[in-house]
């Protein structure tokens, strides 16, 4: 897999397979990126020397003002940068296999896809606008980095509503507000729910 438009096409080939396999069962968040994984894998046929899993990816001297104010957060002599991690990740050719923080620089160069994955698995609560979207939020940061050093990236919020009660999913006007923020700053979202799907890549 070597262009941003090979790794669209795979996304959107395994999105069908995404929604069945994690509407499939009630989990975690952590078990629905490990199925985005598996579905990427087998139905959108990414190579496994070029996808992975919460990918540390430390940037060092962040330009943007939100990774300078994460960096600044930190205790003192963890300052010089930002460590965002990314729940799924695809990667041209270029990455050799290899995402290892060591491997920092190469990582942010040879992103294609970066996935941000929410699931509804609260009980008595649901996802809301706010959380998703500062999640938005860093993916445009994150892209932003990774342009100025002379990489790609296509951001995408994927949410997982997967929840079987009412009061435990998210609001219809909670949906509109994320949707719209979405495309205000270019990131793709998905959605899913038992009763509705939603995808800005169609």
């Known amino acids: 897999?070597?262009?941003?438009?090979?790794?669209q096409t795979a996304l959107v080939q395994a999105w069908p397979a995404i929604q069945d396999e994690c509407l499939d069962v009630l989990g975690s968040e952590l078990h629905y990126q490990a199925m985005i994984y598996h579905c990427l894998r087998n139905h959108g046929s990414v190579p496994?020397?070029?996808?992975?899993?919460?990918?540390?990816m430390w940037?060092?001297?962040?330009v943007t003002d939100l990774f300078q104010g994460l960096a600044i957060s930190k205790t003192t002599g963890y300052q010089a940068g930002f460590e965002p991690i990314p729940d799924v990740?695809?990667?041209?050719?270029g990455i050799g296999s290899d995402w290892r923080r060591r491997n920092r620089e190469k990582t942010l160069l040879h992103m294609l896809i970066a996935?941000?994955?929410k699931a509804s698995e609260r009980k008595n609560g649901r996802l809301r606008?706010?959380?998703?979207?500062?999640?938005v939020e860093k993916l445009v940061?994150?892209?932003s980095e990774a342009e100025h050093r002379g990489g790609q990236m296509l951001p995408v919020m994927l949410?997982?509503?997967?929840?079987?009660?009412?009061?435990e999913r998210m609001t219809a006007d909670a949906l509109k507000t994320v949707i719209q923020t979405a495309a205000d700053n270019h990131v793709e979202l998905l959605y899913c729910s038992q009763h509705s799907s939603y995808s800005s890549m169609d």
């Open 1 to 7: 897999m070597k262009t941003l438009q090979e790794a």
């Open 48 to 56: 496994r020397q070029q996808l992975g899993m919460n990918v540390k």
């Open 59 to 62: 940037i060092r001297g962040p």
């Open 89 to 93: 990740v695809i990667f041209d050719d």
């Open 115 to 117: 996935i941000e994955v």
């Open 129 to 135: 606008p706010k959380e998703i979207i500062t999640d």
């Open 141 to 143: 940061a994150h892209r």
């Open 159 to 167: 949410i997982i509503d997967s929840a079987p009660l009412e009061n």
